[in-house]
Every structure is written in structure tokens, then in C-alpha cells.
């Protein structure tokens, strides 16, 4: 047998027969009814998995066997230890017993004994193969919790069990199973969305997945957390791409990411585009780069400019060259300069967008290796900290415009920090910012420009922005038959509109290498075989960042779809809204194609990330980008409602509706427990979710705490009171949780659901 195999045996029984003693059938024998649906369901099962690609599984299937039969085969697949993985998925009645814990699996015949779930996963512990049970009986929860005597390390634990209720629970009509047979098909067709680096389905997001499904009733799992080992061998991811570069990339800080290729963890992205064209801006290294080694005093260095015009991917280029855990993974960017900066082991670096202050705080915390005091950083305790540090650090953040408290990021941190000294009256740090010249960070501005430390891309010379774009284009087409004349051409009219432009509001401008390198994907699809081709194409040379797209939407055999489809990534939060979700928003926006999130046409318009269940999130390569799509919507019909925000958002919240009418949180995607309130800020409704008990139950407080300043209701603001004065209280444990508030909702005369029941909003 090869030692690469994975074995699956699906077990299910139907029928029950009356045991039979003496001849005669014995009447006083424990009574089954029989269970009509158990061997479809079974063969269904099977059918899948041998059918899940990556190879499949080799599947025993076991129908209506009595007692001996089941434990017969349950005892030479855990006797095979040359397989890599095994799976055990029984269907039947269950006959538990509280006082001794256990749950047994009944057979054909009904008679008791040898068919102890809990005695399988102990012996499938003790074989040293990983064994995954997924057990759908009555009281099933019993066989989930196998006592160990010390909580098991990563990659020590072997068995695993996902059972379809609590050991004091019934199993209804298959429901599990019918489930699990159809997240495993969507596993073997897409991997649930994970991240193309994992080679198998984190376990985890396999179970949320299947947890979430079986509404009313309560899946139970192995109490030994499945991420201690995240790459389990049981579910092969389909999308799986083998990258070393990427393990890489994914060992940096998360707010130390982007810089790594303007895209969280994007290594095709990283390696075929960032700081591989990265040319230009010479003048503006040529003072920045000795700032930075420490040529000069700290303080704080303003990078600005309007949408696209480099700052991101001149910091990005800085920070990957001065770095030095990023220089070893991108030494052509450093390659690339011709006066790198020194490597600087002080150098921090976060990218705010979609962060707020806390996260921000955090990632330096981190990234200093201090371990984050009770209750999280503040401002003033982390600037306190590099002051009494014995080498001034030098921090980096960028996109500043994009984040989520830009206001509070910019008065707590950046202008404390940029004016603060150390004992020897030097400098305590330098600050190196990039933000767009919004009116909101004059603060920011008026100090550098004090310190003559400001560099405003939007103010370089026309003659070397020309020059500078021509170098950059012909990097970027190069193998085209007219690379260098259409990077003449095209950088001259970019440059030229750059000048023409200089004097509109910056809010109306964009940044010419953004235009750029997005013109030249348009061009490397166009033939320019003669001179017509190419005056053509120089004709249609756009101005903007919309131009761009339009272009190559005209050219999109689905550009309805395509852009209906961006337009949901343009409501993207944070790192980015997995496709699960990308999926439910798309038909409240027009069009739509649910396959395009995960095809190759819309890879080139992405920045990926992943969450805490490695799940790959989605979101576009430019925030200009999606404010353009997000308020025009022309493509939306006259008679839809304007207000697409909140279209968004009950699209959202209806994937949370139970069949009841109540709503379900515990097993939402990560996505929603943390962005949901944003969703609702935008939508006006913030209030909706914070007399929400289920949600407050589940919230990620990160981002819930800023937004509990939208209430409006009486009763939102309750919601909001409840929450901001026991948040740091809450503990791990979901039911201690929602004790305590209950009993704050009391506290406050009880009027808010926190202090109901909460048996209606159970999953």
C-alpha cells in the first residue's frame, strides 16, 4: 500500500433488527426505529469523497452492518498504519450513557458492546496516524473529548473528532451528514477558499464551515484546539500552489507585510511586479536615503502626494531594502537602487490601511519583541518605551490616509513620537510618513515642512518625471516589438498631464506611475505591429486610474460580470472579504459570475491576504481604485435603490438569519465578526448590531469599540454602554461570556436582549 494514501470508511446503518434468543425474536430487546435515510446518505458520502480531487480517497463503504461487522473494520483501518491520513464517518443510533461516558455505536443487530467511540479515538491516538472521526449519532458528543494526560503539543495529537451534537444532544434526521457530504464537495472544488500556500484545508475552517450549516443544532469537536497542528493531512487543498518565497513572506509581522509588495502575502503579485519595475524618484531617495541612515536629525519626513503617485512603492522600496529580515527575501530591490540605504535592525514598519490605532500599536509592540501589557499598548506607554531605548528606531507608516483612525493615529502617535527626545535631548525616533495632502494632516504637514523634511511627488520636475516614467515603461514592456516608443510616447503624455494639472484639488488628481504601470498591463494585451497600432494607442493614453479600467472593461467578454465583481471588492474591509462572502454581495451589485473571484481574469485587479483560519481574503490592488467604484455604481439599474452600502450589509447580515429569525454568530466567518460593524457604519444601521446579544457575544473588539459612537437609538446606545464597560473583562469561554453580559445588561435595568435567554440564537 502506498504510504501516500488516504482511507476513508463511511459506516451506515438503517435497519435494526429484533435480536433473537432461544429461536425467538426477544421482546423486552432496547427499541430503534429504523432510519430510512441513513444509507443514501451514506453512499452519498462516499461517492464525494472518492470523487475529492487531489487523488481522492480510498473509501470502504459499510452498509447496514450489525456489531461484529463494525468493529471489524473499524479495527483494520486503525490497525493500517501505512496510510497518511484516515477518516471514519458513521451514520446510525447512538447509545450513550452519561454516567460512563461513552457513546456506542449500534449496529444492525442492536446488541451492545465493542463499538465504544471513545475506545476508537484512543486507539487511533495510540497509533501514531493522523484519524479524523466524524461521528453523526444521538449523544455523539461523548466520543469528542478523549482525556489526555497533558494538553498535547503541535503535531503530537493524532486523533480528531467532529460530532454532529453535544453528548446530551439527539442527531436529527442526518442533518450532519448531509452537511458534511456538501462541505466536502465544495472543499474538493475550491479548498473553502484557503489560502493557495496551504496544502491542505485547515481543519478548523473545515469545521466552522459544517458547524455554521446545521442550524438549531450543536456540532462538537475535539476540545484540543485543531490549529495547534494547522496543516492536517485530511482535506487536500485543490488550489494548492507549492512556494517557499511565500512561507517566507507569511513569517513577517502582518502590518510588515504590504511593504513586502503593496499586497498582504501576494508573492506572484510580489515577484513579478513590486520593486521589479521600481525606477525613478531619484531625487527624492537622494534626501531621504541619508535621513534614514542618520545622516541627519530624526523628527518626522513627510511623503505626500495624490492616489498612485509612488509613495507607497517608495516606501516599499526603502523598507525592503533597509529591512533586514525583508532585504534577505527581496535583495533585487535593493539591487535596484543605486544608493541603498543602510540596513537598519531599529527600522519598524506598518501599513495603516484599514488598521486602527490599537493594531497599529500592536505590530510595533511586536515587532520591538515586547510582550503587549494586560489590556493592549497605548500611545504614550509605547513612545516611552523607544525613548528609554538605547538606539533611536526609525518607523515607518505608510498610507496613513487609509486608515481607520487616522485622526487618533496622527495626534497620540506620530506628532508625540516625531517631537519626543531622549535624555541626551536627541531625537527619540524618526518618522517616516506617507499620506496623501488631505487637509486632516496639516498638523503632520506644517511640522515637517518646519524641518524642511516634506516630499511631495506631486511637485517633480516634468522633465524628470518624464524620464523617470519612460525608464519605468520600458522596464514594464519589455519583449514588446515597440517598448521603447510606446514608452516615449505614453511618458510624455502622462508627464505633460501631470504638469497641466498641478493646480486642481488633489482629490481630483492621480498619481502618473500608477496610470502607468496599469496603461502598460492594457498595452502588453494590444498588437502594435506598425506605426498606426502605436499612434492609436498613444491617442487613447489615459489620465486616471478610471480610464484604465474603463478601457479594460470595453475589451471584457463579461464586463458586466467583471465589474460587478470588482464593485463587491471594493466593499472589501480590512486585508480583504473572503470569496464565501464576495459571493453573497455580488447580486445585490448587478451581474454577477461567481466563478470570476476565483478565475485568472480578475487575479490582476487583487492584493490577497489570509485570515486566522487561513482562508485567502480578497481585496483591490488600489484604494483609489475601489472609491471610485464604490459611490458611482453606473452600472446599476435606475430603480435600484441608491444606497448600496446597506444593500451590502443585509445581504451580509441575512447569511447570519436562522430559520427562525433569530441570528447565529459563533461560527460566522472572521470576516464578519470583525467587519461587520463597519459594514453597518457604512449602512447607517450600527445600531442593529449593538442590540444584537449574539453579536456583542462574538465581536471582534478591535473594531467594534471605535463605532460604538454611531448609536443613535436608545437602545443601540445601551448596547454600546453594556459593551464598552465589561469588554476587557470578557473572558475566552463563550457561556462566561454571556453571563457576564447579562449581568451588566441587568446592572443597567435589564432591558437590552444581553439579559434574555439565550437558547433562541443558538446555531
Not at 498613444?538 to 460580470?561: M, N, S, Y
Request: hydrophobic share 45%.
Amino acid at each position: 500500500m502506498m504510504g501516500s494514501e488516504r482511507r476513508a470508511l463511511v459506516i451506515g446503518v438503517g435497519s435494526f433488527d429484533l435480536p433473537v434468543l432461544s429461536g425467538e425474536p426477544d421482546p423486552a430487546a432496547e427499541q430503534f426505529d429504523d432510519l430510512p435515510f441513513a444509507v443514501p446518505y451514506a453512499e452519498r458520502l462516499a461517492a464525494t469523497l472518492r470523487a475529492y480531487q487531489s487523488g481522492g480517497f480510498g473509501v470502504t463503504l459499510l452498509l447496514d452492518p450489525d456489531r461484529d461487522g463494525i468493529h471489524t473494520a473499524v479495527q483494520a483501518l486503525l490497525d493500517d498504519t501505512a496510510v497518511t491520513a484516515r477518516l471514519v464517518h458513521v451514520i446510525s443510533h447512538g447509545r450513550s450513557s452519561r454516567q460512563r461516558d461513552y457513546v456506542e455505536v449500534v449496529g444492525r443487530c442492536r446488541r451492545a458492546g465493542g463499538n465504544d467511540v471513545r475506545g476508537w479515538v484512543s486507539a487511533a491516538e495510540d497509533s501514531g496516524v493522523p484519524t479524523l472521526f466524524l461521528v453523526d449519532l444521538c449523544g455523539a458528543g461523548r466520543g469528542a473529548d478523549l482525556q489526555f494526560a497533558h494538553e498535547p503539543d503541535a503535531g503530537e495529537q493524532m486523533a480528531w473528532v467532529i460530532a454532529a451534537c453535544r453528548g446530551d444532544e439527539p442527531a436529527w434526521d442526518g442533518a450532519f451528514t448531509n452537511v458534511v457530504t456538501r462541505i466536502l464537495a465544495e472543499c474538493g472544488r475550491d479548498g473553502l477558499g484557503t489560502d493557495t500556500r496551504t496544502s491542505h484545508v485547515p481543519l478548523v475552517e473545515f469545521a466552522r464551515r459544517v458547524a455554521d450549516a446545521l442550524q438549531g443544532q450543536t456540532l462538537t469537536a475535539t476540545k484540543a484546539q485543531f490549529h495547534l497542528t494547522p496543516d492536517l493531512p485530511f482535506l487536500p487543498n485543490p488550489r494548492y500552489v507549492p512556494d517557499p518565497v511565500a512561507d517566507r513572506i507569511a513569517a513577517v509581522d502582518p502590518g510588515l507585510q504590504p511593504f513586502l509588495s503593496d499586497a498582504v502575502a501576494d508573492p506572484a503579485h510580489f515577484r513579478t511586479r513590486a520593486g521589479l519595475h521600481f525606477t525613478g524618484r531619484q531625487s527624492f531617495l537622494d534626501r531621504l536615503v541619508p535621513w534614514l541612515d542618520g545622516a541627519a536629525g530624526g523628527g518626522l519626513w513627510l511623503v505626500t502626494g495624490t492616489a498612485g503617485a509612488g509613495k507607497s512603492a517608495l516606501l516599499g522600496a526603502l523598507v525592503c531594502a533597509a529591512h533586514p529580515q525583508l532585504a534577505a527575501i527581496t535583495g533585487h530591490v535593493r539591487a535596484a537602487l543605486d544608493d541603498p540605504p543602510a540596513l537598519l535592525p531599529a527600522l519598524l514598519a506598518v501599513h495603516a490601511r484599514q488598521r486602527v490605532l490599537t493594531e497599529i500599536l500592536s505590530s510595533i509592540g511586536r515587532q520591538l519583541g515586547l510582550p503587549a501589557p494586560v489590556g493592549g499598548w497605548t500611545a504614550a506607554e509605547l513612545i516611552a518605551v523607544i525613548t528609554a531605548r538605547p538606539e533611536p528606531p526609525v518607523l515607518v507608516l505608510d498610507a496613513l490616509d487609509e486608515c481607520l483612525e487616522a485622526g487618533a493615529v496622527q495626534s497620540l502617535l506620530l506628532m508625540p513620537l516625531a517631537t519626543a527626545q531622549r535624555p541626551d535631548g536627541t531625537a527619540a525616533a524618526r518618522v517616516l510618513v506617507a499620506a496623501r495632502p488631505w487637509e486632516q494632516f496639516a498638523p503632520l504637514r506644517r511640522h515637517a515642512e518646519h524641518l524642511n523634511q516634506v516630499s511631495d511627488l506631486d511637485t517633480a520636475d516634468p522633465g524628470q518625471l518624464r524620464r523617470d516614467l519612460r525608464r519605468f515603461l520600458i522596464s514594464a514592456l519589455g519583449g514588446l516589438p515597440a517598448a521603447e516608443q510606446l514608452a516615449t510616447g505614453v511618458a510624455a503624455r502622462l508627464a505633460d498631464n501631470h504638469a497641466g494639472n498641478r493646480d486642481d484639488p488633489p482629490i481630483t488628481r492621480w498619481g502618473q506611475f500608477l496610470v502607468a504601470a496599469r496603461y502598460a498591463g492594457y498595452l502588453r494585451t494590444q498588437p502594435a505591429a506598425d506605426d498606426a497600432a502605436v499612434a492609436r494607442l498613444l491617442a487613447a493614453v489615459p489620465q486616471d486610474l478610471p480610464q484604465v479600467l474603463e478601457l479594460e472593461l470595453a475589451e471584457h467578454p463579461q464586463r458586466q460580470q467583471l465589474r460587478t465583481a470588482l464593485t463587491a471588492l471594493a466593499y472589501a474591509k480590512g486585508a480583504g472579504m473572503p470569496v464565501e462572502l464576495l459571493r453573497v454581495i455580488a447580486p445585490v451589485l448587478g451581474p454577477t459570475d461567481p466563478d470570476l473571484f476565483t478565475g485568472d481574469d480578475i487575479r490582476v485587479y487583487l492584493r490577497l491576504g489570509t485570515d486566522d483560519n487561513g482562508v485567502s481574503l480578497l481585496r483591490l490592488y488600489h484604494q483609489g481604485l475601489a472609491d471610485y467604484l464604490r459611490p458611482a455604481l453606473p452600472h446599476l439599474p435606475s430603480d435600484r435603490p441608491a444606497d448600496t452600502g446597506l444593500r451590502v450589509f443585509d445581504a451580509l447580515i441575512a447569511t447570519r438569519r436562522t430559520d427562525s429569525g433569530a441570528t447565529s454568530w459563533q461560527y460566522a466567518p472572521a470576516y464578519l465578526r470583525r467587519h461587520a460593524i463597519q459594514h453597518a457604519a457604512d449602512a447607517g444601521t450600527v445600531d442593529d448590531l449593538l442590540h444584537d446579544a449574539e453579536f456583542l457575544l462574538h465581536a471582534d473588539p478591535i473594531t467594534l469599540l471605535p463605532e460604538l459612537d454611531h448609536a443613535v437609538t436608545a437602545e443601540g446606545r445601551l448596547g454600546a454602554a453594556i459593551y464598552r464597560s465589561v469588554h476587557h473583562l470578557l473572558p475566552a469561554d463563550e457561556q462566561a461570556r454571556r453571563r457576564l453580559l447579562r449581568l451588566t445588561a441587568l446592572r443597567y435595568g435589564g432591558a437590552h436582549p444581553a439579559a434574555g435567554p439565550p437558547s433562541d440564537n443558538r446555531p
